[in-house]
């Protein structure tokens, strides 16, 4: 019987989502609802990169390089079929902080040209693109708006600071501090309109809810396997549209010469790496696409408006995520008024076991709470008790 009895995205029951869990290695010793970070690897994506490390090991540069490489094509097929573009736009990598690196540096600028970002991507990418106004003197503009805006006053805040200087705009598609996702295609398109490069930071998105590239239309869309696909840890993608790969800089200098297409950019160039990792790619993709994008999707939401409507009526309690949206996905961010967040964190984990993250970002300061697909309610039954606990309140029941 395949794991989700039930076609329907969204209706699946308990018992549905408990096969889902018997999927996945046991979370222990703490409830894990930092999948935000990274998750845990479906057990076959385990056993078949342990496998594969097993078989490189007998004789390393043949198995890695004339044998395991040789499923590579087939696995950016399978990718690209998930996120809709092709794959000569895929290069495999490492983690979406190298995806990112590479289209920061490898963009062609001269000095004077600007660049927007925002307070709230991610710092590693505002560190780059800073890297880059002192190297080439180029002009980075900071696009300010509150996470909870509006989209249309995110939009507006983007559009005033568009220049005919501007060369990138620098996007993010889900914020990891609160999951708020932001109108990434109205973005794009008055970004195309007006010949500027977009960057899409997609870390947080692929796997964790549906994405077309091709909807989208973005120059770059970077994102990591590790996070919601359940590859395993230290795989990463990086999507170049055609329009743009001949003319960005590979982060490395490739050792094939000529470099051509995608290839400058992908695992073939970047080195030796261990290309056991590589192998749990094509089961992760396999368990997804069994459960399906859509009712990934629905029940990841399912799950954040859950433990809020379990948590909202504790005292002071504040959520910092946009709960009426149809792209609230896993990622919830709270605080307690009054509370010290960053021992409520640790409270959580030395006494209760649960492991939740503690953020700051600007004046906001909470909790990130981000379960996955292998988690059921009574997990997040677990979670809410202990905050009551922890914060010395009664339980009282409340649902959305
Ligand atoms: C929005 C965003 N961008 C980039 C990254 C970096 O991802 P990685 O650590 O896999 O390189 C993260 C990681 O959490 C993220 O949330």
């Keep these: ?29 703490l409830l894990n609802l930092n999948n935000a970070a990274v998750s845990p690897p479906p057990l076959v994506v385990q056993e078949a990169m342990i496998d594969a490390y097993r078989f490189i090991s007998r004789n390393p540069d043949y198995n890695m390089w004339s044998k395991l490489d040789t499923a590579l094509p087939g696995i950016k097929r399978e990718l690209a ?14 983690n979406s902080s ?28 505002r560190e780059g693109w800073f890297q880059r106004v002192q190297r080439d003197g180029i002009e980075v503009f900071n696009c300010a708006f509150d996470l909870l805006d509006d989209d249309n006053d995110v939009v507006e805040a983007y559009v005033k600071l568009m220049t005919p200087r501007t060369r990138v705009l620098q996007l993010t598609h889900m914020y990891h501090w609160n999951g708020r996702v932001l109108p990434i295609k109205r973005l794009c398109d008055l970004a195309r309109e007006r010949n500027i490069i977009t960057l899409v930071d997609g870390a947080q998105t692929f796997a964790q809810m549906p994405v077309s590239f091709r909807e989208l239309d973005c120059d770059f869309f970077i994102t990591s396997l590790h996070k919601w696909l359940g590859a395993p840890v230290g795989n990463g993608m990086l999507i170049v549209n055609r329009r743009r790969i001949d003319q960005t800089w590979p982060l490395l200098a490739p050792f094939d010469q000529p470099a051509v297409g995608i290839d400058k950019f992908d695992h073939w160039n970047l080195g030796t790496y261990n290309s056991a990792i590589q192998s749990g790619i094509a089961p992760a993709i396999q368990l997804h696409k069994e459960i399906g994008a859509a009712r ?8 954040t408006r859950y433990w809020i409507g379990h948590a909202r009526n504790i005292p002071g309690f504040r959520l910092h995520t946009p ?4 792209e609230l996905g896993a990622i919830g ?20 076991r649960v492991h939740v993250k503690y953020r700051k970002v600007q004046d906001i300061e909470g909790l990130r709470v981000s379960p996955h697909v292998y988690m059921v309610k009574s997990d997040l039954d677990i979670f809410v008790s202990a905050l ?9 029941q409340s649902a959305l």
């Design 296 to 303: 990934i999707h629905a029940r990841l939401r399912e799950l």
């Design 333 to 352: 961010l709270f605080s307690v008024d009054g509370m010290d967040m960053r021992r409520l964190e640790s409270d959580l984990r030395e006494k209760y």
């Design 98 to 125: 190298e995806g990112l690196s590479t289209a920061i540096f490898g963009i062609p600028l001269d000095k004077g040209d600007q660049v927007i970002i925002s307070d709230w991507d991610y710092p590693s990418v």
């Design 323 to 326: 709960l009426d949206t149809h």
């Design 388 to 396: 009551r606990d922890a914060l010395g309140t009664s339980a009282v």
């Design 1 to 29: 019987m395949s794991i989700m009895a039930d076609p329907a995205p969204a209706s699946a029951g308990e018992d549905a989502w408990k096969r889902v869990r018997d999927q996945y290695p046991v979370q222990q010793p």
């Design 81 to 94: 079929e998930l996120i809709d573009c092709s794959p000569d736009e895929i290069a495999l990598n490492r």
